[in-house]
């Protein structure tokens, strides 16, 4: 499909249309518009980024809901943002730590989870390297300028990637150029107001030319 649903808190916020570049992806970037031939970054995402999973293709609402459930209870924001009309605002979805597989038989490509501290390389307070979960092994998260931060912020007690310097690029191989997708992530504003009118949760990268993917 060429539109995608935003869905901000566990509820429908709106509707956008992603912009794919050409040629093909290679890679994506997190938290900010980066263009790799220019070397330029902007629009970028003020805050920590806990937790990223990405699958290929669309889940239901049942299984949307589960993630959602997990993210909410594990970050501690199932009472503060999930509506009182969520069925896990109250209960916990798995009766044990979930696992991608859990869901479907294709499960999830890319997972990121800052909670994981073994899955991050760090110099001293600066990340490094972010080992990707998912089924798409060896697609990992490097960083490509600025200094990310890891065990600094936390949330609920938990470990966040901290990307609040205006400098910050981290990217990772990979890319769905035409391809329908179900991203799910756990982020958190770290100042008041956005520097720009919008900011980019996931960025396509190609070579010469890139794409938005999910912008806020």
């Known amino acids: 499909g060429n539109s995608v649903v935003s869905l901000s808190n566990a509820a429908n916020t709106s509707a956008l249309t992603p912009t794919r570049p050409t040629p093909t992806p290679t890679h994506f970037t997190i938290g900010t518009e980066w263009n790799p031939t220019d070397l330029w970054n902007r629009n970028l995402w003020p805050g920590t980024f806990s937790e ?6 669309v889940l239901n609402a049942t299984l949307r809901q589960l993630i959602q459930g997990y993210l909410a209870w594990k970050w501690g924001l199932q009472t503060s943002v999930v509506p009182a009309t969520h069925p896990y605002r109250f209960t916990y979805p798995f009766v044990r730590p979930f696992q991608p597989r859990d ?7 890319y997972w990121f ?70 991203r799910f992530f756990a982020i958190r504003p770290l100042i008041s107001t956005a520097p720009a009118p919008s900011v980019y949760i996931l960025y396509q990268n190609a070579v010469s030319s890139s794409g938005n993917d999910l912008i806020l």
């Open 113 to 182: 989870d800052a909670a994981d501290t073994a899955t991050i390389a760090a110099s001293g307070t600066t990340l490094t390297t972010w080992s990707n979960k998912g089924t798409n092994v060896g697609s990992n998260i490097t960083v490509t300028s600025g200094t990310p931060t890891t065990n600094v912020v936390s949330q609920n007690g938990l470990n966040c990637i901290g990307l609040s310097n205006s400098t910050t690029v981290l990217q990772f191989t990979g890319a769905f150029p035409t391809q329908v997708r179900t």
């Open 103 to 109: 869901l479907l038989l294709a499960p999830c490509e």
């Open 52 to 57: 990223l999973i990405v699958f290929n293709h």
